[in-house]
């Protein structure tokens, strides 16, 4: 299986971005991919940390994280995650429902940006690229 980690609050958004990954596995002739959705940033992280310090338990090759949240600032969950020497490494995709002012977060390590509402296809086509380039 492939883990990927969502931190997002918006059910709509949730299901669309479950449905693009479940394309993802039949389209790709991928593993099966594993969505983790998380409200907030405190559970995000927290998730995180625990599978992080689990060994029978395996990080996410992807994290998708709503920029916008409104509990947490997606920008300081990007932060945590790209300061972890365990967790830099894993791409991280902002999604955002507006385009300005987002430059600081390809300075902070995000690899990709996706306007909200999701598009079913850009999603599947940057999962496909993020987990390409992983190895996958």
């Not at 669309?16 to 991919?33: F, N, P």
Request: hydrophobic share 45%.
């Amino acid at each position: 299986s492939i883990y990927v980690m969502l931190m997002d609050d918006y059910e709509q958004e949730i299901q669309t971005i479950a449905l693009a990954l479940k394309d993802s596995e039949h389209e790709a002739d991928l593993l099966t991919l594993r969505l983790h959705v998380m409200r907030s940033g405190e559970e995000a992280l927290a998730w995180l940390q625990s599978v992080e310090g689990d060994a029978q338990r395996r990080l996410p090759r992807l994290i998708l994280i709503e920029a916008e949240h409104a509990r947490c600032h997606g920008f300081d969950v990007l932060d945590a995650v790209k300061s972890d020497h365990a967790l830099a490494a894993i791409p991280v995709v902002m999604l955002t429902e507006e385009d300005h002012g987002l430059l600081p977060a390809y300075y902070s390590g995000c690899c990709q940006m996706v306007s909200k509402p999701v598009d079913r296809r850009r999603l599947q086509a940057l999962l496909q690229d993020c987990l390409e380039g992983a190895g996958y």
